[in-house]
């Protein structure tokens, strides 16, 4: 399946050459606030390189940058479960601060939940949100994504213990 497209943005592989993009928008508290510490803060030329050698995520098939007016401005992707949940796959994203509250990540969401969940043959796709990001709850609920739970004080971050909110979208053969 050919990879999945949306007006104001282009997915795609991410490239060796997006090294300065890349540094420059997610090297912000921000950004990193909300998701996990393998994205940290500050976020150092050394970590791009890392993240674009493929040594942070497995830079697989269904993770892409997120391009906007040529530049990538931020990412997407899942992690597959495996043995008794390779059924389903965790979704997880980011943008730069620019690029927030233009209704993108709704967009972005609508072209890739549908088309990762077929080509990979995902029957459920699952995000957790922390308690303080209400914009990243928000998309996930515009995206078709019901909130199922909330695991109390599960995350540590910066030594302040956070909920996450657990959301999910099922294909329907599922339920
Ligand atoms: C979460 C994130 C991807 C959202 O991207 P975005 O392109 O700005 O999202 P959208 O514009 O499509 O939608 C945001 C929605 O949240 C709402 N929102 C934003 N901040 C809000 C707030 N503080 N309170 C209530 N609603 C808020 C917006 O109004 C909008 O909803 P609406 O369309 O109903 O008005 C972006 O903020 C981001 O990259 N954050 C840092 C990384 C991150 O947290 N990733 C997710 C980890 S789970």
Redesign the pocket.
């Known amino acids: 399946m050919s990879v999945p497209q949306g007006e104001g943005f282009v997915l795609r592989a991410w490239r060796s050459d997006d090294l300065d993009a890349l540094v420059q928008h997610a090297n912000d508290e921000?950004?990193s606030r909300?998701?996990s510490d393998r994205f940290p803060f500050p976020y150092t030329r050394d970590d791009g390189q890392r993240f674009l050698a493929g040594q942070v995520v497995d830079l697989g098939a269904s993770v892409f940058a997120i391009e906007v007016a040529g530049q990538a401005c931020?990412g997407i992707g899942i992690r597959p479960g495996h043995g008794e949940r390779s059924h389903g796959a965790e979704l997880?994203?980011?943008?730069g601060h620019s690029?927030?509250?233009?209704?993108?990540?709704?967009?972005v969401l609508a072209a890739y939940v549908p088309w990762v969940m077929h080509s990979g043959g995902f029957t459920r796709l699952q995000?957790?949100?922390?308690d303080a990001?209400?914009?990243?709850a928000?998309?996930l609920l515009?995206s078709g994504f019901v909130e199922e739970g909330r695991l109390h004080a599960a995350v540590n971050k910066r030594g302040q213990l956070h909920d996450l909110r657990l959301f999910a979208r099922l294909d329907g053969r599922q339920s």
Do not use: D, E, I, P
């Open positions: 921000h950004v909300g998701l931020g997880g994203y980011w943008l690029c927030w509250g233009q209704g993108l990540m709704t967009r995000a957790s949100v922390m990001n209400v914009a990243s928000r998309v515009k």
